[in-house]
């Protein structure tokens, strides 16, 4: 299995830019993929997942009304529109894949690394103020 993650880039406050993320080697499309970002010096955290079997997406705080996950099912893919990007948002945004659904009961999981298995190789995204 591989993720291959494009789209990040140099852009100024305010900007919009678009990542995506095309996997190969298993079909996605009824699991969970999500978006994660690290900054230099901290953790990576969770930006965004999308659990298509429920239709349902999840932001953190940060980002909610700002950023859009969403799933080509032609492509086997994830992708995240990023608007109105902020230099916080600087970092290495890295995709990644579930080999698994998520049951309702325990939800939280897809905001938490461990929860995927499948990783793609991160995409620099850096936003000057």
């Known amino acids: 299995v591989q993720l291959q993650a494009s789209g990040g880039g140099l852009v100024q406050a305010g900007d919009s830019l678009s990542l995506s993320c095309a996997a190969s080697?298993?079909?996605?499309?009824?699991?969970?993929m999500a978006w994660f970002r690290q900054a230099p010096g901290k953790e990576r955290e969770f930006v965004a997942a999308?659990?298509?079997?429920?239709?349902?997406?999840v932001y953190v705080d940060s980002v909610r009304g700002r950023f859009t996950i969403s799933r080509d099912l032609a492509r086997n893919a994830v992708n995240l529109q990023m608007n109105d990007l902020k230099p916080e948002d600087t970092a290495v945004y890295y995709c990644?894949?579930?080999?698994?659904?998520?049951?309702?009961?325990?939800?939280?999981?897809?905001?938490?690394?461990?929860?995927?298995?499948?990783w793609g190789q991160g995409t620099q995204v850096t936003v000057s103020s």
């Open positions: 990644a894949a579930a080999g698994t659904i998520v049951l309702n009961s325990r939800f939280d999981e897809v905001r938490t690394s461990g929860f995927y298995a499948y």
């Open positions: 999308s659990t298509w079997s429920a239709g349902t997406t």
């Open positions: 080697g298993r079909n996605f499309n009824n699991l969970p």
